[in-house]
């Protein structure tokens, strides 16, 4: 793995409301790999998320993809960097079509290679072809999930950021995007996911890193953290009894 194939994070610091919420997070993502992020609510996952895609401002500490900064940098310069987020709660734009929504999120892209990417995408996710007439406010929470991995995936993205990709969908929808986000990793994207359902994350991920109270308890394999379940039952109910 080349510097340029890495997203790196050292001692990183992120406050909130003037809350410190991360305290000394190190982070390593690389290239074709799935690192699952997991943690109580309240651990700190999506503000550390918010952070990397620049939506919140760092205290302190580094952010790194290959040899460019991404501390300061403005969302849409992170984007052009490289890295997407597919956020909580699977948002869209309403009063907008599917296939405007796409079109959307590759407006920096030039109009040629917009609606190639936007075919990209709809050959990974094709349940979305049917539907790029409608307003997208009109789809079902599954294919809003899709539609927002999709709108990821057409800024070519080298680094992929999940907050909750099963949040609100049916078990068949999730398998799915289970089986979408195998896909992207192996073509060589790098995938940061954070999912509710620790069995499916650690099912999907080559390695977890477990975050209590916005700090990081574990690191390792996703099988080290398989074959010890004491661990996230201990940083689960440490967050419960706070």
Known sequence: MTLQDRLEIADLFVDRGRRPVLRD??????SAEI????????????????????LLPVRL????????????????????????IVHQGHPVL??????????????????????RQVEAALAVLPELKPKLGID?????GGQKQMLCIAQALIIRPRFLLIDELSFGLAPAIVSRLGDVIRDVALNGV??????????????????????????VVFEGTAQEL???????????LAAADA
């Open 25 to 30: 997070i190190h982070l390593t993502l690389g």
């Open 226 to 236: 398989r074959d010890r379940p004491s661990i996230l039952h201990g940083a689960y």
């Open 94 to 115: 309403g009063g907008l079509t599917v296939r405007d929504n796409l079109r959307t999120a590759g407006l920096f892209l030039g109009k040629a290679e917009a609606e």
């Open 190 to 215: 790098g995938v940061l996911l954070i999912e509710q359902f620790t069995s499916l994350a650690l099912s999907l991920a080559d390695r977890a890193m477990l975050l209590e109270r916005g700090k």
């Open 61 to 84: 500490g580094t952010m790194k993809l290959g040899d460019v900064s991404l501390v300061g940098a403005e969302p849409y310069e992170i984007r052009r960097h490289g890295v997407a």
């Open 136 to 140: 997208a406010s009109a789809l079902s």
């Open 35 to 54: 690192l699952s992020l997991l943690g109580a609510n309240g651990a700190g996952k999506s503000t550390l998320v918010l952070a990397i895609g620049g």
